[in-house]
């Protein structure tokens, strides 16, 4: 990290989201840092979910492919009947 200081003017909004970003103990560069740092790795937040997430996500989706291949079915039944 530098030791010169810079200024950058941000909008309000961004301030406030910077700050909801802030973990204890970091200034704003550091949190701008560990931004701009998981921008770069394309892999950052991958895995993070625990199995049982995984398998309650997977279920979800199982689930809603299933109610919209029946939807399906149902409307192209109603065609066939008119």
Known sequence: ????????????ETKR???RRKREGESFDDVLERLLEDDRDL???FGSWSDEQAEA??????????RS????E????????S
């Open 17 to 19: 989201e910077l700050e």
């Open 69 to 72: 291949k029946e939807l399906m």
């Open 43 to 45: 892999l950052a937040g």
């Open 57 to 66: 996500a997977r279920e979800i989706r199982k689930r809603s492919k299933n």
């Open 1 to 12: 990290m530098s030791t010169a200081d810079e200024q950058i003017r941000v909008s309000a």
């Open 74 to 81: 149902r409307v192209a039944g109603a065609d066939e009947g």
